[in-house]
């Protein structure tokens, strides 16, 4: 198996620069510091690298949109990494900050950065703390600052604290928080390519996209995108949480499949339950049942079966979990993280929030789950950001998918989920 993030985290002070240049770290940059910009797109582009930061938009193809002229560009490190579930950027900041710090190098370069930023989400602590320590030994090395690596390349990396908001992990949220005023997305068009930080043309990437562009130059563009599948370069660090027996971060090919994913490597149902029901992108993606489980993990084939790779963040559920009760949970969550611009999203999550409340309760009529639906498709595509939909979309798919779980709440008058006799334990992954 092929590790590139994380191919050195078992290393003592794997975060140290001494450990990164042993392993290779700053190679990757020298080589594409001695290419011109456009040849560096066009390898990244190669490389079928696509954003891990939830849209898995082409990075060379956003590095492409920035035009030719005179004005600052500005490069964006999107570190908010708030999405429920998620869990990945956080350790690279904390193990291999050096590998971000070479792919900062060589995406500025792409773009024609002299400035980089670097959003850090503010409880993350320790991240930040190592990040700070790595930008001045890169510094002392030389890989930062005038002239990188004998080139006529300069570049500042300046790390930028977050408050504790979610939508400032929103790219444009996040750009006018840089800017120093509230966390609340703009309207596009404009993009950000053209009239982002400072009206400048400016590229956001997620930091794991940014960590894995060293390892394009590395093996090549050809063996990078032969690493994932055939429409997604590369390896994909997938956070695994919820009911499973060893949650954790694992680095795999791009497309593993799910079940694989679940059953091998997070070693299957705790307690011997069964598989209800799974997020696979993070909080923000439409449910999936048990049987439908058997999906690649890249952006393409999740989608095709409704759903989304979002973050890779792949909450799973087993038959104990009351859909109600979680959906109410992330309800919460949206409805309290809302910047509320927007009519749609403002009143609409508190109010599919508190439907929900009503029926987990038993306080909700049948009309109720009707209701749900129509506040959540009136909220979905009338937003200024995706917010809105990231909200509606997990409560639409879990209504549509459970719906008799909400109509016996509403008959039961409340949660019947803690007296519940559970179906038998099937074994293995006999049951998806
Ligand atoms: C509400 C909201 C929160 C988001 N939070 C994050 C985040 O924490 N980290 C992240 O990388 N992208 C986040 N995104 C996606 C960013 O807007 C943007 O698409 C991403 O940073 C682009 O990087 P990529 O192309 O490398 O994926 C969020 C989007 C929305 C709508
Ligand atoms: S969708 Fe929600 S979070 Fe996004 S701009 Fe509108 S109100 Fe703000």
Known sequence: MVRILTKYWDEKDSHSIDVALKSGGYQSAKKALALRPQEIIEEVKKAKLRGRGGAGFPAGQKWSFVPDDNKPHYLVINADEGEPGTFKDRYIMERSPHMLIEGIIIASYAIRAETAFVYIRGEFQKAYERLKSAIEEAEQRGFLGRGILGSKHNLRIHLIRGAGAYICGEETALIESVEGKAGRPRLRPPFPAVSGLY????????????????????????????????????????????????????????????????????????????????????????????????????????KKIGSMLGSGAIIVMDDRTCMVRALESLLEFYADESCGQCTPCREGCPWIYKITRRIEKGEAEPKDIDLLLEVSENILGNTICPLGDAAAMPAISIVTKFREEFEEHIKRKGCYFDNLPLAPVLEGRSMV
């Open 199 to 302: 009206k400048s043309p400016t590229v956001v990437n997620n930091v794991e996209t940014i960590a894995l562009v060293p390892a394009i130059f590395e093996l090549g563009a050809e063996k990078f995108l032969s690493l994932g599948s055939p429409t997604d370069g590369g390896t994909k660090l997938y956070c695994v949480s919820g009911h499973v027996k060893k949650p954790g971060l694992f680095e795999l090919p791009m497309g593993t499949n799910l079940r694989d994913i679940i059953f091998d490597y997070a070693g299957g149902i705790v307690s011997g339950r069964n598989l209800k029901a799974v997020l696979p992108g993070g909080s923000s993606t439409p449910v999936i049942k048990a049987d439908e489980c058997n999906v690649n993990m890249d952006f393409d084939c999740v």
